[in-house]
């Protein structure tokens, strides 16, 4: 079955850089959520999409930014890049049958040097 | 405020020995909960889950949970571990849109 395809898997930035992640959520899902994960902790949530609407806001930095396109896909663009955003970036996505449950991607990786 | 608090944070077990996980959450409402499971180096994968209905929970792999609304707690538990269950186990509470409130996690080492 088809999974949430997160892209890229890994990326290396440097301080005050920009970067961009991608989140392919499972067909037919309309949800998607954004997951921060860093070092040794747990996920904290930062934002989340419903028809390409935002639904919730979490602790999501100004510096960031993020939208669901018509096709469902979402991206997270960060900029002015911080070591302490160095961590592992979840999307999640539900809807249609599996409205309940959240299905997570692999994750991104992203390391600031 | 919404909270989920999971009481251990290093567990290590031997083979075949019986596995209990806290967890406790604080809630206004109606909650659903949950328990990931998170592999060394992988994403989250759910392993259970209680939205309604029976408390007593059947998940993947031989887990349970039990949700007990008095105690407010929804604990996770296997009768028998094995080394490949050697993983960081999350509670998570969510209501509503599923914005999800994770615990802080708990690591379970298996010794072989």
């Known amino acids: 079955a088809a999974g949430v395809i997160q892209s890229p898997r890994h990326l290396i930035k440097e301080k005050r850089e920009t970067a961009t992640l991608k989140c392919y959520p499972i067909?037919?899902?309309?949800?998607v959520y954004w997951y921060q994960q860093g070092p040794g902790q747990d996920p904290q949530f930062l934002i989340s999409?419903?028809?390409?609407?935002?639904?919730d806001k979490g602790s999501i930095p100004d510096r960031f930014s993020a939208q669901q396109f018509s096709d469902y896909h979402s991206e997270l663009n960060m900029s002015s890049l911080e070591l302490g955003d160095s961590a592992l970036y979840f999307c999640?996505?539900?809807?249609?049958?599996?409205?309940?449950?959240?299905?997570f991607g692999a994750g991104s990786r992203l390391t600031v040097l | 405020a919404q909270s989920v608090s999971q009481h251990n944070h290093h567990v290590i077990l031997s083979e075949a020995a019986s596995l209990e996980l806290g967890c406790n959450y604080s809630?206004?409402?109606?909650?659903?909960l949950f328990w990931y499971v998170q592999y060394p180096g992988q994403h989250l994968q759910l392993l259970l889950k209680?939205?309604?209905?029976?408390?007593l929970v059947k998940g993947i792999k031989g887990f349970e949970a039990e949700f007990i609304k008095s105690k407010f707690s929804f604990n996770l538990r296997k009768p028998s571990v094995q080394w490949s269950d050697t993983a960081e186990y999350f509670c998570?509470?969510?209501?509503?849109?599923?914005?999800?409130?994770f615990g802080k996690g708990t690591k379970l080492s298996v010794i072989p």
């Open positions: 209680y939205f309604s209905g029976d408390p």
């Open positions: 998570a509470g969510g209501a509503g849109s599923y914005q999800l409130t």
């Open positions: 999409f419903y028809e390409k609407m935002q639904s």
């Open positions: 809630y206004g409402g109606t909650v659903n």
């Open positions: 067909p037919r899902h309309d949800t």
């Open positions: 999640a996505s539900t809807g249609g049958s599996g409205a309940n449950v959240l299905t």
